[in-house]
């Protein structure tokens, strides 16, 4: 087997990190750069923790702060204008998944024609982007460390998930003291997708040598860390842990890949706008009772890296454990069932159902799942995760 390995050139972890964004712009060369995040990243000041090192290093910054959560291929293209009226030669993404997803379209974008649509898929994009240096807000989606954006197309109620190493930031700025005041839902929904990018790269039929060891301490700092984080959003201990894991789990998912779980939670996202978080949390327990056949050892793995079982376990019983231990974690964390997450009733649900198996497929995320899914059973899932 042969593994590729890919991150960012650059990953600084720590406190403080966020203050070298103006450093590591001048050492890339940057003169103008366009600071792509989102309204509330703005209104809530973090964009000013920013902006400074920035314009300390003699660089001009324009704010686009129009990525809404979910980011379209409109926000895309309003920051793509914006970019080219103040000529950025240089891209910051600051918040959660959505501004850095959207920030590495519209750097591929600077170099790329149109229309966006045509890099759906994986290494479909011909050109490397402008340089972009992220800064994640959150402890979960791993943006930072990823060659993976997710944009919904407006046109066709579907999200586009691009895979190609030219979305891959150039420089990753992990500084947890950004995630000291986030809300305790967004800590749970952010912190279970941590553990399903955790999860699914280890049980992917793309697993290796060089993602499983990194998989499974994003596991290891889940287990100890995230209820603490939900419970006590200050304890910078706790914080700092699910900082680490997040950008663990991306690295892991990245260079692995994602499966069933992430496959069948765009659908839900795109259709019904549930955070990406939260519908994964919600699919994970039903999903990994289905595919734990495919890969019973790897689930047991898990389960006893979760502390839901023991070595003394079968791997049967652990696998079956890991099953319990995720419903369990969902409640302590407080996730609704999917009907409380979609605001339709079932009858509406299944007016739809079929066209969301048929694009989970279509994204090719349960084609790597250890038991790869037909429509119906997908079907079938979303109706046991109801
Ligand atoms: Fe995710």
Not at 208 to 228: C, E, F, G, H, W
Not at 239 to 253: K, N, S, T, V, Y
Request: proline share 6%.
């Amino acid at each position: 087997m042969l593994v590729q390995f890919n991150i960012p050139s650059t990953i600084l972890v720590g406190a403080g990190a966020r203050k070298e964004v103006g450093a590591q712009a001048r050492r890339l060369g940057g003169s103008r750069a366009l600071l792509v995040t989102d309204r509330q990243m703005e209104k809530s000041g973090y964009a000013d923790q920013v902006i400074p090192s920035l314009e300390k290093q003699g660089l001009a910054v324009t704010v686009f702060s129009g990525v809404q959560p979910d980011p379209t291929d409109r926000n895309v293209l309003e920051g793509l204008s914006l970019l080219r009226e103040c000529k950025s030669d240089l891209i910051v993404a600051l918040g959660g998944g959505s501004p850095i997803d959207a920030a590495k379209v519209i750097s591929i974008l600077a170099n790329n024609e149109l229309p966006m649509s045509q890099y759906a898929g994986i290494n479909k994009i011909p050109g490397a982007g402008l340089p972009l240096i992220v800064i994640p807000t959150t402890a979960g989606t791993g943006s930072e460390v990823t060659k993976a954006a997710v944009i919904t197309d407006t046109e066709r109620d579907i999200k586009m998930l691009m895979l190609d190493l030219h979305l891959l930031p150039t420089v990753a700025l992990v500084d947890y003291e950004l995630t000291l005041s986030m809300p305790a839902d967004l800590t749970a929904n952010v912190g279970v997708d941590t553990l399903v990018h955790a999860m699914e790269a280890y049980v992917s039929v793309k697993a290796n040598p060089m993602t499983d060891p990194i998989a499974l301490s994003t596991i290891r700092l889940v287990a100890k860390n995230l209820l603490t984080a939900f419970k006590e959003p200050g304890n910078r201990k706790a914080r700092e842990a699910m900082m680490l894991a997040a950008c663990q789990g991306g690295i892991a998912f990245s260079n692995s890949s994602v499966c069933l779980v992430h496959g069948m939670s765009r659908p839900v996202g795109a259709l019904y706008h549930v955070p990406h978080g939260l519908s994964n949390a919600v699919l994970a327990p039903v999903v990994t009772e289905f595919s734990v056949p495919g890969a019973p050892a790897r689930y047991a793995t898990i389960a006893r890296t979760m502390g839901y079982a023991s070595e003394k376990d079968s791997d049967e019983i652990a696998a079956l454990a890991l099953v319990k231990g995720l419903k369990e974690l969902n409640r302590e964390l407080e996730i609704p069932g999917l009907s409380q997450c979609v605001s339709v009733d079932l009858h509406r649900f299944d007016e739809k159902v079929e066209k969301m198996a048929s694009d989970a497929l279509a994204s090719g995320s349960p084609q790597n799942n250890p038991v790869v899914p037909s429509a119906e059973q997908i079907v079938d899932l979303y109706h046991k995760a109801w």
